[in-house]
């Protein structure tokens, strides 16, 4: 098997925490040693609900914030403490899309000079120009190139997005971190973004990691999926593992909390209960026991390993499910196709 | 503005793209401040006042000329013997449009116009010198954040804990003994450079403060991120990615400062510190008109009025480009 195109191991990011008492060392466990692999061209999704690390982990991974430890290999190299200097070759790889358009495009340029920006921030001259290429790319990803001269502001939601992804293009990268780039978008929007990202992948043989809280969407995008827990990667599988047969109890609550409108009459949806513990001071043994229905003593004592499930995928549970999902629907002809 | 999204690829059907003259060039936020500017009466009025102003200080030497009247000329012949000058209402004539000063006997008309220019030349040189030096402390603070950040905003604070004036009042004439001795002439260059430096030293905090401000809350966005995801290094990130975010803000403490140097500049030299210089001036005029406040009240009316008609047109402009600059800070 070849080597894949980002390795992630046992990656840890703590946050020290102000105010605390005096001389107490106190953090906050955003990520707490998770394993990633993503292979290329190939689309991994990270999901869990808002605050559980994930746009630490993408922002961690593109060496926006540095690691607390753990390893980080992208394409052979070891990134994980490297300066940012000895990063800027391998950072034309490695591009990031946010979760923000309206913050993610500096409203004082024109959408040509940011699309152009890395470019000229990696003195990159590509045949024909920059401003041929930054309309190439402007075509590529659907807007009208002779939009150039045009600031944000002229824009909508989608569009921006549009040109921040057109941005994270411009140096023909090998692995996009995409931070939930859908949520802040109108739901008819959403589509067409990650339509088009689709077809990117396709085209390019991009690799994605997926940030993203809405599920359906990561099923529409993503062959593989993560599910994260505050910091942990709780499963990883496929994605008919994780959606057909998901074995961590996590998984199946936040799959059952997804609106279906074929659910069947009496469907169920699993009510977690509690609220989700601070980070700073996480509970014993498995983090999601203090939620879980099916905990018991060693649950508390010991902390679950990822380990293969019952449905296929590497499951940190010690009484993981078994079985397809209750009202689990049948592949859409969609993915069938796909 | 919001075009429809489904305008893309379709609309170019040619492979050569887009002819130049097709190009859609979109307002900047500039452009667009610029036109809200141009409806705002005030500041239409104010810009044209503040444009005679400065061009009466720039051609001050050729309406000497034209006048035939020196800033240093006096004109004993037309007061009498107490000095005070002859005629009505301080001696205007169709030769000294605004009168005589009493017992100098200097053209006030000219004394003013040269007074304008000085003021002028010490408040601008101030206010860009002090404007830079607040960007750049507030940029590196803002941005570089850590030590530096601390260092500086000590300096700041300590600097705006020292009273003003009375730090004035004692370097000014210790700055000048350094260099002249007592009985030399101050040339007036020097002496104008001083004031500049003083305000300056004490004039750039209030900038600095600002834009760091600004800069620690643009640093968080995510355009900042971008950029340094695609490798940009700080000096990129300081000067392309903020720098442009902040002209607004600038150009508001800039045009907004220029009031206090002017009337700073005229409060020193009210006060006598620093005097030395003969240049004509604001703030000696009027210190001399306050003896003749009863026999010659136009004396002191006039450069009052200058000095007011002055600040008053640089706040209402400072206002107006602030509002043009930024329709929301007014909600």
Known sequence: MTEPLL?????????????????????????????????????????????????????????????????????????????????????????????????????RHTVGSIVAMPL??????????????????????????????????????????????????????????????????????????????????????????????????????????????????????????????????YTRALLSAVPDMNAPAGHKRIMLTGDVPTPIDPPSGCRFRTRCWKAQTKCAEVEPLLAKGPGGSLVACHFPEIGPLAGVQPKTAEEVAS | MIEPLPRSVDAISTDEGPAPSEMVAGRSPGQVAWMRLRRDRTARISAYTLLVLFAIAIFAPLISKVMGIGPNDTFQDATNDIGMPLGYLGGISGRHWLGLEPNSAYDILIQLVYGLRNSLIIAVLAAIISTTIGVVMGIVAGYVGGWVDKSISWLIDFLLVLPFLLFAIVTLPLLESLFFSSRQAIPNAWEMGLIVFIFTVFGWMGTGRLVRGQVVSLREREFIDAARAAGAGPLHIMLRQILPNLWAPILVTFSLSLPGYVTGEAALHFLGIGIGGTAPDFGTMIFNSLGYMQT????????????????????????????????????
């Open chain 2, 296 to 331: 010659d009240p136009a004396y002191t009316l006039v450069p009052g009025l200058v000095i007011l008609l002055l600040v008053l047109a640089f706040n209402m402009f400072g206002d107006s480009l602030r509002d043009a600059l930024d329709p929301k800070s007014s909600r």
């Open chain 1, 120 to 249: 000229v921030v990696g003195r990159i001259k590509p045949p024909g120009g920059v401003k041929a290429r930054v309309q190439e790319l402007l075509e590529i990803v659907g807007l009208n190139p002779e939009h150039y001269n045009r600031y944000p502001h002229e824009f909508s939601g989608g569009q921006r997005q549009r040109i921040g992804i057109a941005r994270a293009l411009a140096l023909q990268p090998k692995l996009i971190v995409a931070d939930e780039p859908v949520s802040a978008l109108d739901v008819s929007i959403q589509a067409q973004i990650v339509n088009l990202m689709r077809s990117l992948q396709r085209e390019f043989g991009l690799a994605f990691l997926f940030i993203a809280h809405d599920l359906s969407v990561v099923r529409h995008f993503c062959e593989r999926v993560a599910v994260m827990y505050m910091g942990k990667i709780v499963e990883v599988g496929d994605r008919h593992e994780i959606y057909e047969t998901p074995a961590h109890p």
């Open chain 1, 7 to 107: 390795k992630v191991e046992s990656l840890v990011k703590h946050f020290p925490v102000r105010g605390s008492g005096a001389g107490r060392h106190v953090v906050l466990r955003a990520v707490d040693g998770i394993d990633l692999t993503v292979d290329r061209a190939e689309t991994l999704g990270l999901v869990g609900e808002s605050g559980c690390g994930k746009t630490t982990t993408g922002r961690t991974i593109v060496r926006l914030a540095k690691p607390t430890s753990g390893k980080i290999t992208f394409d052979g190299h070891d990134i994980t403490n490297l300066g940012q200097r000895a990063l800027k070759p391998l950072r034309a790889d490695l591009q990031i899309i946010f979760q923000d358009p309206y913050a993610s495009l500096n409203p």
